[in-house]
């Protein structure tokens, strides 16, 4: 036989507490959110993808990302006449970055990339925007244009995922930008 002896506290008994669960009792506390979810709505992210919009008039970026991904850094290297984010992510061991370089019409932009021997090709997205594809030792690159801006994703990720990242790219009804 078990005898449960407490003293009344706010109003309640402990059996009372005991047999009064709510949804939090059984949540695990602090559950951070990962992969897309958790990037989209990363406050830092989002004032990265309206800089964009605003200097581009569209933002060519993936809307899916792997799961686990989570937004670890963004730093703003804008100038009075470019702009320039660079924003770094992990995705549990792994991480990769997504650079973005917006200039203004009057300017043209030249970008050089290193790659391994016989890597790099043109593909095209499910979107029909165009991109290129490479390797860099160890690492998976893939970059795109639009009309101005230019964007660059590198790191620990699988050409699956880059392919997949890449078709998730909304071009709207305007072609690269």
């Known amino acids: 036989m078990f005898v449960f002896c407490a003293p009344v506290a706010h109003g309640s008994t402990i059996l009372e507490t005991m047999t009064n669960c709510k949804q939090s009792t059984f949540s695990l506390p602090n559950q951070q959110e990962t992969g897309t979810v958790a990037v989209l709505k990363n406050p830092d992210y989002l004032k ?7 200097a581009a008039g569209t933002a060519l970026l993936p809307n899916w990302y792997p799961d686990g991904t989570t937004v670890d850094h963004v730093e703003d290297n804008s100038t009075d006449h470019a702009l320039s ?53 160890e690492d998976t690159a893939v970059a795109w244009q639009g009309s101005v801006a230019e964007y660059c994703l590198s790191g620990d990720l699988t050409k699956e995922e880059v392919e997949h990242m ?12």
């Not at 990265?48 to 605003?54: L, P, T, Y």
């Open 85 to 137: 984010y660079c924003v770094s992510f992990s995705n549990g061991k792994q991480s990769f970055l997504l650079s973005i370089f917006a200039y203004n019409k009057n300017h043209s932009i030249s970008s050089i990339y290193e790659k391994n021997q016989d890597s790099g090709s043109v593909q095209y997205a499910s979107n029909g925007l165009p991109y290129y594809l490479l390797e860099n030792v």
């Open 48 to 54: 990265v993808v309206e800089a964009v919009k605003d």
């Open 166 to 177: 890449i078709n998730s790219i909304d071009i709207g009804d305007d072609n690269n930008d």
